[in-house]
T-cell receptor
Framework: AQSVTQLGSHVSVSEGALVLLRCNYS??????LFWYVQYPNQGLQLLLK??????LVKGINGFEAEFKKSETSFHLTKPSAHMSDAAEYFC????????????FGKGTKLSVKP | GAVVSQHPSRVICKSGTSVKIECRSL??????MFWYRQFPKQSLMLMAT?????????EQGVEKDKFLINHASLTLSTLTVTSAHPEDSSFYIC???????????????FGPGTRLTVL
């Protein structure tokens, strides 16, 4: 069975500071991993995804994530936070090539202070 | 990326009534659509998976007679909440996925969600 753990339900950073949102996964098969962003009362927007190619994945809005198999992690980072980054972020896992159902983490709310 | 729409975006209804939510893939054919439910400040919980032309597969604990799903075409799936009650109030999100020419599945594209409030 697959699962996702997001450490920290709420992360607060200052504008311009590094953003680090943590995600650890569990999967018995090679996983595909995703980060989604959700703004209030909206659906999910894909930030980036790992599909067994490059371990460092670059996404939209300056975000990137690194797949570390040894640590079963897929943490999301951004060098410099912007006020518009304030949102809820979800990490998700699915079975590799078959891309079965997505299993979501509980989400991390990112707040950005001016 | 591909676009998925939902209608309505927000609905308020009285207890006991039924509500239908539509999910459409606007620029691709969705062989599979998913329905999720999201409670305030919580993650998305998969309710059911529907494949075009066949019965939906419901997740454990989801009442199939209460949450009716129809996926009659490759671009439209509907979720009907029957005899809605206040505890059904939630944010419902659909997603759609297509299969590539080689039979491999692609990523899910999410709709904007529907906020249901049952009074």
């Amino acid at each position: 069975a697959q699962s996702v753990t997001q450490l920290g339900s709420h992360v607060s950073v200052s504008e311009g500071a590094l953003v680090l949102l943590r995600c650890n996964y569990s999967s018995s098969v090679p996983p595909y991993l995703f980060w989604y962003v959700q703004y209030p009362n909206q659906g999910l927007q894909l930030l980036l995804k790992y599909t067994s190619a490059a371990t460092l994945v670059k996404g939209i809005n300056g975000f990137e994530a690194e797949f570390k198999k040894s640590e079963t992690s897929f943490h999301l980072t951004k060098p410099s936070a912007h006020m518009s980054d304030a949102a809820e972020y979800f990490c998700a896992v699915s079975e590799g090539r078959s891309q079965g159902n997505l299993i979501f983490g509980k989400g991390t709310k990112l707040s950005v202070k001016p | 990326g591909a676009v998925v729409s939902q209608h309505p975006s927000r609905v308020i209804c009285k207890s006991g009534t039924s509500v239908k939510i539509e999910c459409r893939s606007l620029d691709f054919q969705a062989t599979t659509m998913f329905w999720y439910r999201q409670f305030p400040k919580q993650s998305l919980m998969l309710m059911a998976t529907s494949n075009e032309g066949s019965k939906a597969t419901y997740e454990q604990g989801v009442e199939k007679d209460k949450f009716l799903i129809n996926h009659a075409s490759l671009t439209l799936s509907t979720l009907t909440v029957t005899s809605a009650h206040p505890e059904d109030s939630s944010f419902y999100i659909c997603s759609a996925r297509e299969f590539g020419s080689l039979g491999q599945s692609s990523e899910q594209f999410f709709g904007p969600g529907t906020r249901l409030t049952v009074l």
